[in-house]
């Protein structure tokens, strides 16, 4: 992470290379000063141009590492923005604009990456930079170096309704849309449970996002008892294999979401404990019906704290969906890896991790 600050001047606060911790980066922020001045944004964009997006300043663009500049701010500029800003997306630098008060945001689309919806944030004050910083999170990595297999399973038992069903359909369409669906990067599946696991769509039935939001949209809810246990069981033997388009044998990360009441008719800990030995990462989610006899973390992989979430009411859904698609980001992007291999290299007997 670099940082610079700009007004009638830019100010080198650090650079990428700088700091290698981020109890370093965060003292830096603490004693941040506000200095004040014009906005000349066009300048700032050539000053990280030429001083951070450098191999001496700590840029790693020649090891295919994805580079990102994320400009924040609040005021029109006093000089040219747009050659600047193309300057640095002709180098591959994807360009995240976040505009605080801004009316107008003509100039700030002449700064920003395309498409707009995914790099342009327009906020109405500072009052809301809280929430956009996990937003942003969400959006910079999720999309920058994302590859897993994830597959919800999910209870639509009577127990759940069908007006809590809705909640979890919407919840479901909100982390999908953060995810960088594809066949080479994210794959989703989606499992129901009651009676019987019913098999929505497999790992590679869906090529496309805009299919997969399509079809949530037009979930069925169907109601009856809640057999957990079984529908794990399914999980493990139909689902992640390499005929429903998993990808283990390929290294890439198998990610199981559960949302449950807490409630089943069956055991579900030893299905769970067979689903964990082949790899998988389990998250559970529990809604309303949680004791302490529902047992979550017998679901979920340890520990508990980063793969459990329990909540009271199915309302509460809309509050966390942030949390669980920051968990899954950073489930992803902490198994994926990008080595680059040179032949060079290679002949000359050197071995890569």
Do not use: M
């Amino acid at each position: 992470v670099g940082l610079a600050q700009y007004s009638d001047e830019v100010h080198q606060v650090f650079l990428l290379n700088q700091y290698l911790s981020k109890n370093d980066v965060l003292d830096q922020i603490g004693i941040l000063p506000y200095r004040g001045g014009e906005t000349h944004t066009g300048g700032a964009l050539d000053f990280v141009s030429t001083k951070y997006f450098t191999e001496s300043a700590g840029s790693r663009a020649k090891g295919y590492v994805p580079q990102l500049a994320i400009l924040i701010t609040s005021g029109e500029s006093s000089d040219e923005v747009e050659q600047p800003a193309k300057k640095l997306r002709y180098r591959g630098i994807s360009i995240y604009v976040v505009g605080i008060g801004i009316q107008n945001t003509t100039e700030l689309q002449q700064i920003a990456s395309k498409p707009f919806h995914k790099y342009l944030y327009s906020i109405g004050s500072f009052d809301d930079l809280p929430d956009l910083s996990t937003r942003l999170f969400l959006d910079t990595v999720c999309s920058s170096a994302t590859v897993a297999d994830i597959v919800f399973l999910v209870d639509e038992s009577s127990k759940i309704g069908s007006k809590n069903f809705q909640l979890i359909r919407a919840f479901l369409l909100k982390i999908v849309n953060a995810l960088d669906i594809d066949p080479s990067n994210v794959r989703i599946g989606l499992v129901l449970y009651s009676d019987e696991p019913r098999l929505e769509f497999t790992l590679d039935t869906f090529k496309d996002k805009l299919e997969i939001l399509n079809y949530l949209k037009n979930l069925p809810y169907r109601g009856g008892q809640a057999y957990t246990g079984r529908a794990i069981e399914f999980l493990r033997n139909k689902v992640f294999t390499q005929e429903a388009g998993s990808r283990k044998k390929q290294g890439v990360q198998q990610i199981a979401v559960v949302i449950t009441d807490g409630q089943s008719l069956d055991d579900y800990t030893e299905p769970a404990s067979k689903l964990r030995r082949e790899s998988v990462t389990v998250y559970a989610v529990g809604i309303q019906n949680i004791t302490e006899g529902s047992r979550l973390d017998k679901i979920a992989t340890y520990p508990p704290r980063n793969h459990v979430t329990t909540l009271k009411f199915f309302l509460q859904l809309s509050n966390i969906k942030w949390k669980i698609k920051k968990q899954l980001c950073n489930e992803i992007v902490t198994k994926t890896f990008v080595v680059p291999l040179k032949s060079q290299s290679l002949k000359e007997g050197k071995k890569y991790a």
